[in-house]
């Protein structure tokens, strides 16, 4: 299947930025849909790189931009909802069933659809179970139509400007004593870079094409796991409580509350399901996932590798 020109939806957000510049880097033509010029401006500057700011919600405006693409890429998620607005049934559900139509209009011939872990729809929150039904409507919708699809489900994702690990650097580095909610819920965090690999590496790979795939690193760990690995990462000690599953769910209650949003009860509802894989990395990628030890501390401290080696050296009084 020859594809050339790739239309990006999400391109703005953190994985969606590796996808684009990889594409850019292996010579696609590619269209970033996003509803904030200003969000994507820099992706702009690459080559062969057209930026469309439209709403996404209007179906003739989203069938018209897909106009002449090869490819669509979807990347577009919300991890917390304005409960009014159902936004999590609108993003995650009503967005895919409206792209696949507009791929139908167009003849577009890939559909990449990125969901999450443990999207099932039993699932105990409310996200897992709307990114599980937008899953279901590729799958239905795609089988029925021309173009042929992928779907992806990533644990949790870290990289440079990762929301996660870099909020918990932050919380290590103001706070002297931690109360961890969820303190055992279990993740297998898989590196961004990773992740836009296989995500370019399938849009011709037609084994891939009708299939889903899992996406893991290679450790595994809980959350209480991950604070001290950051602690470590940043050569700081601190207190860790763990708190127990009532305090947890009252924790998100109040955080729920605050303008910024760092937690809900429907996140903390996620972290009851575990967000690790039962299978390997799909071999047909041909990628060993990159692990936490090797990427994060870079990042995290702000050092190189260098600088690193130097800073043990001064330790030691060499
Ligand atoms: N990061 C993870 O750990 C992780 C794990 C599992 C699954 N996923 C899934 O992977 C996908 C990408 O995640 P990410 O971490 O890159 O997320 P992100 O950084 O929050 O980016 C989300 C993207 O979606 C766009 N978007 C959100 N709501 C929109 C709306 N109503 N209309 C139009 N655009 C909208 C954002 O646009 P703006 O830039 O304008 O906000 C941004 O481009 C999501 O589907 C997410 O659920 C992520």
Not at 66 to 82: C, F, K, P, S, T
Not at 117 to 135: D, F, H, N, Q, V
Not at 213 to 237: I, Q
């Amino acid at each position: 299947m020859n594809i050339r020109k790739v239309c990006v939806l999400g391109g703005s957000g953190f994985i969606g930025r590796h996808v684009v510049h990889l594409l850019c880097a292996q010579g696609y033509s590619v269209r970033i849909i996003a509803r904030r010029r200003e969000r994507a401006k820099a992706l702009a500057m690459l080559p062969r790189v057209e930026l469309v700011e439209l709403d996404v919600d209007d179906s003739a405006a989203l069938t018209h931009a897909l106009a002449q693409q090869d490819a669509v890429i979807n990347l577009i998620g919300i991890l917390h909802e304005r409960k009014r607005d159902r936004d999590f049934e609108r993003v995650h559900v009503a967005l895919p069933r409206q792209i696949a139509k507009a791929c139908d209009v167009n003849r577009v011939k890939r559909l990449i659809h990125i969901s999450a872990l443990a999207a099932e729809p039993s699932a105990p929150s409310a996200y897992l179970r709307s990114k599980a039904i937008g899953e279901k409507v590729v799958a239905e919708t795609g089988a029925k139509s021309q173009w042929r699809y992928t779907v992806f489900r990533p644990s949790v994702v870290f990289g440079a400007e990762d929301r996660f690990l870099n909020l918990f650097a932050t919380l290590i580095k103001f706070a002297p004593i931690i109360f961890l909610g969820s303190p055992k819920a279990r993740f297998q965090p898989i590196y961004v870079q990773d992740v836009a690999e296989v995500i370019v590496k399938s849009l011709s790979l037609s084994e891939s094409f009708g299939k889903s795939y899992d996406l893991c690193g290679p450790e595994r760990y809980t959350l209480r796991e991950l604070f001290e690995f950051v602690c470590h990462a940043m050569d700081k000690r601190r207190m860790i409580l763990n708190l127990n599953d009532y305090l947890s769910y009252w924790q998100a209650w109040w955080l729920e509350k605050l303008p910024i949003k760092l937690l809900s009860r429907d996140n903390y509802n996620s972290m009851k399901a575990d967000s690790v894989c039962d299978c390997e990395f799909p071999s047909i990628f041909d990628i060993r996932p990159k692990s936490m030890q090797a990427m994060v501390p870079d990042y995290i401290t702000g050092l190189t590798p260098r600088m690193r080696g130097r800073q043990r050296l001064d330790r030691s009084g060499r």
